[in-house]
């Protein structure tokens, strides 16, 4: 069975960092593309970050650019979200996703669409 899981959420006061992590089994992404999306309480779903398989290539959001870093270790096994000077708009639930379409080691994409598996989501709530 194919699985995503993300931990690492909670309630956090502003200006603090949390760390989630996407943890994944039953296939290998190794070669996979790795995002987190996050959908706030009466928002559409957006996205977050994303890193490419060989990690050469990150994007960001420009609403957590600079704040947020995303990782992954060599194994492609556990992909991280460090998020640094939290904000109450970073109230969400937050999920990780994997592309798992042939692509070019430094490819990534911010379309949630081009995600086939997803995680059940980890909430992280920013007090003020």
């Known amino acids: 069975q194919v699985q995503l899981v993300e931990s690492g959420g909670g309630l956090v006061q502003a200006g603090d960092s949390l760390r989630l992590s996407c943890a994944t089994s039953g296939r290998t992404f190794s070669r996979a593309p790795i995002a987190w999306f996050r959908r706030a309480p009466g928002k559409e779903r957006e996205f977050v970050a994303a890193?490419?398989?060989?990690?050469?290539?990150?994007v960001y959001s420009d609403s957590v650019k600079g704040r947020f870093t995303i990782s992954r270790d060599n194994a492609g096994n556990t992909v991280w979200l460090q998020m640094n000077s939290l904000k109450p708009e970073d109230t969400a639930v937050y999920y990780c996703?994997?592309?798992?379409?042939?692509?070019?080691?430094?490819?990534?994409?911010?379309?949630?669409?081009?995600?086939?598996?997803w995680g059940q989501g980890t909430q992280v709530t920013v007090s003020s």
């Open positions: 890193i490419s398989w060989d990690t050469t290539n990150t």
């Open positions: 996703a994997a592309d798992v379409r042939l692509a070019s080691g430094d490819y990534v994409s911010t379309r949630g669409s081009a995600y086939a598996y």
